[in-house]
């Protein structure tokens, strides 16, 4: 692409179609966009390829001749929160009726929802955006915006709870009231949260959470859940974690000098919460069952 026309998106990102026009023809325009020099997000509107969320923005914001606001996921994305990653926009119309839905943007109405300025852009505010997230998913995974909310540093409990108030006798609140109860940001990811409420919800015994634990050697390992008394260890065991043989090797160590120490080491995956719940939890209450007797 041309210099002169790579300036045009400089410190801008998104430029109306008008102004391109003036420079390319029709036929030069839909030839870069054939050819991946040049996007077009919305209709009117273009930036480079691969645009960022903010550029996309940008984008939309002069479609609407307005500033957009953002909520729902892509809020909590700002917040360092976005455990679901739609992979979509969800944005506030600025004006009802201005901006329409499209496959990769949903549009919502949110009169009285709490804004604030992040980053230049206005946003829904934290709490009110992870309530609102949690009430819209089933509870296994709303414990996991949860979590992850409280995780940020953006959310308080005391905030989670006044945003719920504020959201009363809406669709969902019900359940992410009683949910509130069991948050708890030290979880470090979705399916660890998603652990976690199993446990509650069969009745076995809290355990404690992201605890350090030091091998003969003077090395510290982190675990998952840690049940101290009974030498019980419970660890989430990811996909993505065994994506490459480094992490798998210390993967492997770890074990083995916790179980040179004489813990107990269960490995939990995907499968056993969604799939093997209960053996799973059978599995770990007949390991605190043996050591109480």
Not at 49 to 75: F, K, S, W, Y
Not at 109 to 131: E, F, H, K, S
Not at 247 to 276: F, N, S, Y
Request: hydrophobic residues 40%; contains cysteine; glycine residues 8%.
């Amino acid at each position: 692409m041309h210099p002169s026309i790579r300036a045009l998106f400089h410190g801008r990102g998104a430029i109306r179609a008008g102004e391109l026009q003036e420079i390319l023809s029709a036929k030069r325009i839909s030839s870069l966009i054939r050819d991946g020099h040049l996007h077009r997000p919305w209709h009117g509107v273009y930036t480079l390829p691969n645009p960022t969320v903010e550029i996309q923005l940008r984008a939309l914001d002069l479609v609407a001749d307005a500033h957009v606001p953002v909520c729902m996921g892509t809020a909590a994305a700002s917040y360092g929160f976005d455990t679901e990653r739609d992979g979509v926009l969800h944005v506030i119309n600025p004006v009802p009726g201005q901006l329409r839905p499209r496959p990769n943007l949903v549009v919502h109405q949110r009169l009285g929802a709490p804004l604030r300025y992040v980053d230049g852009r206005l946003t829904t505010a934290p709490d009110w955006t992870a309530i609102e997230i949690a009430r819209t998913l089933r509870p296994s995974r709303a414990i996991g915006t949860l979590d992850a909310a409280l995780r940020s540093g953006h959310c308080s409990p005391g905030g989670l709870r006044h945003a719920t108030r504020m959201q009363a006798g809406r669709r969902g609140i019900v359940h992410v009231r009683d949910l509130l109860t069991h948050a708890d940001g030290r979880s470090e990811s979705p399916m660890e949260s998603e652990t976690r409420l199993l446990f509650i919800d069969s009745g076995v015994p809290a355990p404690e959470l992201q605890a350090t634990i030091c091998d003969r050697y003077g090395t510290a390992w982190r675990v998952d859940f840690l049940w101290r008394s009974a030498r019980l260890i419970g660890e989430y065991d990811s996909d993505e974690w065994h994506s490459g043989p480094a992490a798998m090797r210390k993967d492997k160590l770890k074990t083995a000098r916790l179980q040179e120490c004489g813990w107990t080491v269960i490995p939990i995956t995907v499968d056993d919460i969604r799939r093997h719940r209960d053996e799973l939890v059978a599995r770990i209450n007949t390991h605190l069952r043996h050591h109480a007797a």
